[in-house]
């Protein structure tokens, strides 16, 4: 069950420039998307999120774009900075059946940032 | 900052025995959720539990599995025989919410379940 895919499983950038990772989806009946970072020894935290009704959130360094037509939403960080140097996970969630929306969260397989100094 | 605690860190157990892995949501929380990774793969959803009953399953949340809030604190996943299979990082979520989905979990550090 490949819901979310997150294609690249590393990415390496050098600190102050741009990261941008990727994640895809095939359930167009997706109504949130979130991505969330993880540091080793730690659970999931938070990031940013977006609703399908939208193409693009920001906050601070991190903006997330989402592209409906072609089931692909990615995450930039500006600059980049040592500390960003995480595993990020995209997932993505529905409403439930009965109106009300779930946190019943699909997760891609991580993609492993390293930023280098 | 409130969090979400788990214990114990790690839990090895052998296979066919019973393990209970434990959660302190955050305390004004009121939806629960178990997670698991398996090693090399991806966050898998197990359950969610609300208003002391499971609001959502997966498949993989089978009989071998139930959740328990015995007490306001605490929030446990038994596993009542593990298999070889059963072997992952299972964490413990909250939220304040049940949705909309945009309301953040918040997860624990984890437990890392090695079963022999």
């Known amino acids: 069950d490949q819901q979310v895919k997150q294609n690249s499983p590393s990415l390496s950038v050098q600190e102050g420039r741009i990261s941008i990772l990727n994640c895809d989806y095939t359930?167009?009946?997706?109504?949130?998307f979130l991505w969330y970072k993880k540091y080793p020894a730690e659970g999931p935290t938070f990031l940013i999120s977006?609703?399908?009704?939208?193409d693009k959130n920001e906050d601070g360094r991190f903006t997330v774009f989402l592209n409906k037509s072609a089931k692909h939403l990615s995450l930039h960080i500006v600059p980049s900075q040592p500390g960003d140097s995480a595993v990020y996970f995209c997932?993505?969630?529905?409403?439930?059946?009965?109106?009300?929306?779930?946190?019943?969260?699909?997760f891609g397989t991580g993609t492993l940032l390293a930023v280098q100094p | 900052e409130p969090e979400v605690t788990q214990t114990p860190s790690h839990q090895v157990t052998q296979m066919g025995q019973e393990v209970i892995l434990r959660c302190v949501p955050i305390?004004?929380?009121?939806?629960f959720y178990w997670y698991r990774q398996i090693l090399g793969q991806k966050v898998e959803f197990l359950v969610s539990?609300?208003?002391?009953?499971?609001?959502?399953k997966s498949e993989i949340f089978d009989d071998q599995f139930s959740v328990e809030r015995p007490d306001g604190s605490n929030f446990t996943l038994k596993i009542r025989s593990t298999k070889l299979e059963d072997s992952a990082m299972y964490f413990c979520?909250?939220?304040?919410?049940?949705?909309?989905?945009?309301?953040?979990?918040?997860f624990g550090s984890g437990t890392q379940l090695s079963v022999l």
């Open positions: 979520a909250s939220s304040k919410l049940g949705g909309p989905a945009e309301e953040k979990l918040f």
């Open positions: 359930n167009s009946m997706f109504d949130y």
């Open positions: 977006i609703s399908s009704i939208k």
């Open positions: 539990f609300y208003n002391n009953e499971i609001s959502e």
């Open positions: 997932a993505a969630t529905r409403d439930s059946s009965n109106g009300g929306a779930t946190n019943k969260l699909i």
């Open positions: 305390s004004n929380h009121l939806y």
